[in-house]
């Protein structure tokens, strides 16, 4: 089974600032990550498929990168409704896995 | 609309059984595989199993396999998510969800609304 670990488990940014939250796989994974916002008693949210191509809706300032085994989403300047927890998820390999989640808190 | 609608929240008691579903609609829903993950209280996403209607594929993780049965029924749209006996452990939030796999977007990209399921005696 492959693990993603999620890193920070937390951060606390303002909005204006820029936020970067990482996800690294136990082995490569070539480019299939997905990313997942989650709003406190929302479902999850595509947000990035394919590590780097933003899902339909999703604006600009989500970008996302990587290949192999490290992997980022960077939201460039951050909006209110920005702060959630964002989830990485992979389709390498069964069984599918999520990594452990970052929140993203208002600092 | 594209829309995954799942059954209402549960309260049941241990060894009690469950039956969950998920309605899919404003697309063609066999074209597409459901998942199915767990969110326990304050906890992460679990990945639990997935499923094709259309080659009648089905996959579970192994934290789950033999825990819990997915199916579907193609003429109703719907997949489902059983449980034989509950054990209050299984009190959580349960999501499904739909993906194109090899599709262009081949990820999780609808999901439910989540259907709470309360285990407790």
């Known amino acids: 089974e492959i693990v993603l670990t999620q890193s920070p488990a937390t951060l606390s940014l303002s909005p204006g600032e820029r936020a970067t939250l990482s996800c690294r796989a136990s082995?490569?994974?070539?480019?299939?990550l997905a990313w997942y916002q989650q709003k406190p008693g929302q479902a999850p949210r595509l947000l990035i498929y394919?590590?780097?191509n933003r899902a339909t809706g999703i604006p600009a300032r989500f970008s996302g990168s990587g290949s192999g085994t490290d992997f980022t989403v960077t939201i460039s300047s951050l909006e209110p409704e920005d702060f959630a927890v964002y989830y990485c998820?992979?389709?390498?390999?069964?069984?599918?896995?999520f990594g452990q989640g970052t929140r993203l808190e208002i600092k | 609309e594209v829309q995954l609608v799942q059954s209402g929240a549960e309260m049941k008691k241990p060894g009690e059984s469950l039956k969950i579903s998920c309605k899919g609609s404003?697309?063609?829903?066999?074209?597409?595989?459901i998942g199915w993950v767990r969110q326990m209280p304050g906890k992460g996403l679990e990945w639990m199993g997935i499923?094709?209607?259309?080659?009648?594929?089905?996959r579970y993780s192994p934290s789950f396999e033999g825990q819990v049965t997915i199916s579907g029924d193609k003429s109703l749209s719907t997949a489902y998510l059983q449980w034989s006996s509950l054990k209050a452990s299984d009190t959580a939030m349960y999501y499904c969800?739909?993906?194109?796999?090899?599709?262009?977007?081949?990820?999780?990209?609808?999901w439910g609304q989540g259907t709470m399921v309360t285990v407790t005696s």
């Open positions: 998820q992979q389709r390498s390999t069964w069984p599918l896995t």
């Open positions: 394919d590590a780097s």
């Open positions: 404003g697309y063609n829903f066999i074209e597409y595989y």
């Open positions: 499923i094709s209607l259309r080659v009648s594929e089905l």
């Open positions: 969800a739909r993906r194109k796999l090899g599709g262009p977007v081949d990820a999780f990209d609808i």
């Open positions: 082995q490569s994974i070539s480019n299939f």
